[in-house]
């Protein structure tokens, strides 16, 4: 096979294959087509937790038992609060779906797709128990051919059990645990009804380098590509089979670039047959940040000139190599500017949606960042979806975090890095396989294995690397800033790896390694000693912690990296501690807290698909009067000029100090006399003339509330347990959020569901709830009403 990396992306299936959401029903081709439409396989189940865990046949049969509650995937066997005492759910819980396969597909290959399960799964089909699946992030798929009954009522069971197993990466107990691993059916479940004869599912194969649609790319350049294909098929037929695979290449218009079709193959029941192939894309557009162009592959495999199934794939060509000396995309080097990314949600846990993955990597993305570490565990193929879509490159990682288990957690953390890498080797986003367990005592067979892993699945002399927070073993050493002491740190680090810097700015302020040990530094709140602060602790707080993160992110550029990731996103919950880690640069509910706007302002000015990148100013300061004199604005502009109730106040260069004068884009600090009330307004220059402006107003009194959601770059939509933030805005009479305001605000909500508290205490001048969209797509209507402020409605429709 050749030797550069895997670059193509997988969606939703379709009869057991994969189609394009919004993509032709039939392909580009004449061929009549034999695949079944897909099955919504997430309404319509019941749910049951902390009930007797013994399974008997009452299980199995409907009854008026209102122990039985019905929910629709994906789901959380229980909503969480944002912050209490307690600690997340664990225990045993039950999902039951009862359905039909009609008598007419009695010839077809059933089973039943699973993204995930958290943790240890007992699926059991009308009263058997056929499969016990350990981990609770990556897919594992049940066939139930040859026990489902045909034209008959099936009743599918799922026994969850979430606790504490030191077998089960992460491992370690969740009372000692940096993050909470919550519960459910969080992700979608598949029926899969195919031919018997299909495209092989890369997981459930289990075949090294091997199973599903295998991708890659050589001899890449402006002028041409060649795209290597590799198909394994299987025929879980009783009779030897004669099939053939096509492959077409499209572009992003739906034009033809390419194809190619094999001769007839023979495959012998219960075998598996790999088809390789190879197509040539002339003048390829390249996958980039700035240029995301995706190509879409379709894959069909024919008997006797009928389809019987179909994967439709979106591919990325780009070549990746990571040097001492930088990281290089496409033979240009770019600095990987990124962040951590934990995938919880306040109240829903892990069970979001996909529209709520994308709307998670639009704000990396608006927020500046190219790449994004997937601290600690595979995230949902629908956030790398959105990755390969926004262009944002990956870290993709297997779960743990200070653990080290016996020889069984250790073959199951093996496992996780095998079925990580089949599940999501095609995407163009993912440059790193973080396939090493995060500040972890790992032994060095153990690294050895793991590493080796990543590339016998991915067998090729260039674009594949590992990495690890150890300097042994992997291709990248990814050491967390705090690692190394101050005042050096990893500026003289003089290894020969590839050195990326996966985690800065949260413990390294005086506190040094504590996040080593938290009971020693467990009180330890200071704004000038940690980068955790809540969105409601005031400016100052919110000044320093922008401070902390600038002057980490400027130090880091003294070290010999390759790029960092500073810790982290969005704030989250943890399982050692009842408060939430609150290091995010944006809060737990995705509003932005001032650094969000630092890093916002090191990326462009550049013109990208969606709107990213483009010229910005930000004035971090609330401009009342307990605010700061120093006034800072973040830009990527040439120049800014602040302006004081229209008079100018002062037009200047970026600033020029120790914390940022190895910054793209340093802040532009102005020293105002005296506090005036009013109105701040910064104009941003770019090449001599006004690129972009904002206004900060001095906040008046509480006078109303003001709605409004956040869709980020999606509509809310109907069917999928989709969920949007609604914020309510505590606003003055010119529309002004006031900043201290905490009042207590009510919610009414019709048309949809609302998740959470209600009433909800605002922070920071704005309440924020969860609203879930229904079955079908409607008008809903949000009302929000306080003492005092005048109320205020918002329509929005799901789609």
Known sequence: MPDFPLLSKVFARVGGSLLLAGALSECTTHSSSNIAPAVDFNQDWQFVKDADTAVTASFFTKSNDTTWVPVSLPHTAQLEPVVTDKKQWQGICFYRKFFHVPATDSSKQVAIHFGAAMHTADVYLNGKRLERHIGGYLPFTVDVTHHVKFGQENCLL???????????????????????????????????????????????????????????????????????????????????????????????????????????????????????????????????????????????????????????????????????????????????RGTNRHQEYPYLCYALSDNAQYRDAWQIKEAGFNFVRCSHYPPSPAFLDACDELGILVMNSIPGWQFFGNAEFQKNSLQNVRDMVRRDRNH?????????????????????????????????????????????????????????KAPDYWSKYAGQKPLLLCEYGDWEYYAQNAGFNQTAYAGLKESERTSRQLRGQGERALAQQALNFQEAHNDNFRSPIVGDANWLMFDYKRGYAPDIESSGVGDIFRLPKFAYYFYQSQYGPVTTPHGFGKPMVYIANYWQP??????????????????????????????????????????????????????????????????????????????????????????LAAGQNDAVFVYASVVDANGTVVPDATTPVSFNVQGAELIGDNPVKAEAGIATILLRAGVKPTAIQITASANSLSSNTLSISSK
């Open 158 to 336: 799922v026994k969850l059990n979430n606790q504490d197993n030191p077998e089960v990466p992460p491992g370690k107990p969740l009372k000692d645990l940096d993050f909470n691993f919550y519960s459910g059916l969080y992700r979608s479940v598949e029926l899969l009804v195919q031919d018997r004869v299909h495209i092989s599912d890369p997981v459930e194969a289990g075949h090294t380098a091997g199973g599903g649609i295998l991708v890659h790319y050589e001899n890449v350049s402006p002028q041409s590509a060649t795209l290597r294909l590799q198909t394994e098929v299987e025929n879980k037929d009783n009779r030897d089979q004669t099939v053939q695979v096509r492959a077409t290449l499209l572009d992003e218009k739906g034009q033809e670039i390419s194809r190619v079709q094999n001769e007839a193959a023979g495959i012998a029941s219960g075998a598996f047959e790999r088809v390789d192939q190879q197509l040539l894309v002339a003048n390829p557009r390249l996958w980039s940040p700035e240029q995301p162009y995706r190509y879409r592959l379709v894959v069909e495999v024919l008997r006797e000139g009928t389809v019987i199934d179909r994967q439709e794939l979106h591919t990325g060509i780009r070549t990746i190599r990571f040097a001492k000396d930088g990281f290089y995309l496409n033979n240009q080097k770019v600095r990987l």
């Open 626 to 715: 307990t605010s700061a004199k120093q006034v800072v604005v973040y830009s990527n502009c040439d120049e800014v000029e602040l302006q004081l109730n229209g008079k100018p106040v002062a037009r200047q260069r970026p600033d020029a100090t120790t914390f940022s004068n190895k910054l793209k884009h340093p802040p532009f600090t102005f020293t105002l006399p005296a506090f005036t009330a009013g109105t701040l307004r910064a104009v941003g220059y770019h090449n001599g003339k006004p690129a972009a402006q904002t206004e900060r107003r001095t906040p008046g009194a509480p006078q109303r509330l003001q709605l409004s959601y956040a869709r980020h770059g999606r509509d």
């Open 428 to 484: 163009p986003s993912i440059v790193l396989w973080e396939s090493s367990l995060n500040e972890t005592g790992m032994s060095k067979p153990y690294m050895e294995q793991t590493h080796q892993a990543v590339h016998q699945e991915l067998p090729w002399k260039e674009g594949v690397y590992t990495c690890g927070w150890m300097d042994y073993a992997y291709d990248v050493f990814i050491p967390a800033r705090q690692h190394s």
